[in-house]
């Protein structure tokens, strides 16, 4: 028996966007990645590291699924998520609703997918599922991945049982627009402005401009933070602009989404983050290449160069975020 679903797999670079994308068109919604990626507040940054660490993180994006449920809110969209420990109940949820004809987004470990090239653990993968048959589940996940793609019946059951971080129990989700669907124009500012204050004022150092700050002065370090940086150093550079982040560690996708919102509102705040955006976009692009090469040459001044850059950046996207959170006082022309 095969149950499937008349979906669009678009080309898309972020999982997350990619699955909200799968789910929003077939309820009539068509937005773009860089649109949901900004409704969705999705724009962060994360410096982590601990003594059960091989090597210190760089996250540019909020926590995995925070992102869905920002759109939802914003967009006024009903999101029924289901959790849940039982194999056998996670299983029926989903095949209810792809029986019923509709989508269902799952969050999982990507390390156990058949079609997973990498094999590293990442617990907050987000995919799109649009079919089965009694051995095969068919789903849809970035462009790099394949797009439209199938994994084994097992392989997909182990990568939802899968527990560590970021993991989920047995996510699964669906989203459904209102009758009339909303239009994106309305919700430009309040999703703009979250984004912002989040970054302006962070909890922890580690978190927004403060967390960029402190990478910056920690990142000059990194040679003796690892047994082996020709390993450590070029992966990090490569997470940052491959790493289903749309390049320069989603500052590409921010540039984008704010570039198609100046094309709906006047705003000279928006065209200020905008600018601002673009030229940190391409110093992002910049700080992976120094890092690459400090791994691959040992080269320290290749990281002090990079603390620079990353001091620069943290005071660009400071400026950036003042800017943006300015529009909720604006009135556009």
């Known amino acids: 028996m095969t149950t499937m679903i008349d979906i669009e797999a678009r080309g898309t670079q972020h999982c997350e966007t990619s699955a909200l994308g799968v789910l929003l068109r077939h309820q009539g919604l068509d937005l773009s990645e860089p649109m949901l990626f900004g409704l969705g507040s999705g724009l ?32 006024g969209l009903e999101l029924l998520t289901q959790e849940t420990t039982s194999p056998r109940r996670a299983w029926d949820n989903v095949a209810a609703s792809l029986d019923a004809g509709h989508p269902v987004g799952l969050q999982l470990d990507s390390y156990h997918l058949d079609y997973f090239g990498s094999k590293i653990h990442f617990g907050g993968h987000v995919v799109a599922m649009y079919g089965y048959d009694d051995h095969e589940a068919y789903l849809v996940d970035t462009d790099q991945q ?39 124009r309305e919700h430009i500012v309040p999703a703009v402005t979250a984004c912002a204050e989040a970054f302006l004022d962070p909890p922890i150092a580690n978190l927004g401009h403060r967390g960029i700050e402190k990478a910056g002065k920690l990142v000059r370090t990194w040679l003796r933070r690892t047994d082996d940086p020709q390993r450590d150093l070029p992966r990090t550079a490569l997470l940052m602009e491959k790493a289903g982040t749309g390049g320069a560690l989603f500052r590409n996708l921010y540039r984008d989404f704010l570039a198609e919102r100046t094309g709906l509102l006047d ?67």
């Open 44 to 75: 962060s940054f994360l410096y982590w590291d601990g003594k059960n660490m091989d090597f210190p993180f760089l996250g540019g994006r909020i926590k995995p699924f925070e992102l869905t449920r920002n759109l939802a809110a914003t967009l």
């Open 146 to 184: 394949g797009g439209a793609v199938s994994t084994s019946l097992t392989g997909l059951a182990r990568a939802r049982a899968a527990r560590g971080p970021m993991t989920a129990k047995h996510r699964s989700f669906t989203l459904t627009a209102p009758r009339n669907p909303p239009v994106p």
């Open 267 to 333: 705003s000279s705040h928006l065209r200020t983050g905008h600018t601002l955006y673009t030229e940190a976009a391409t110093l992002w692009a910049d700080v992976a290449v120094l890092i690459k090469q400090a791994g691959e040459t040992g080269d320290e001044q290749c990281l002090v160069q990079a603390g620079s850059v990353l001091g620069a950046l943290s005071r660009i996207e400071r400026e950036a975020m003042q800017a943006l959170v300015r529009l909720g006082n604006e009135t556009p022309a």
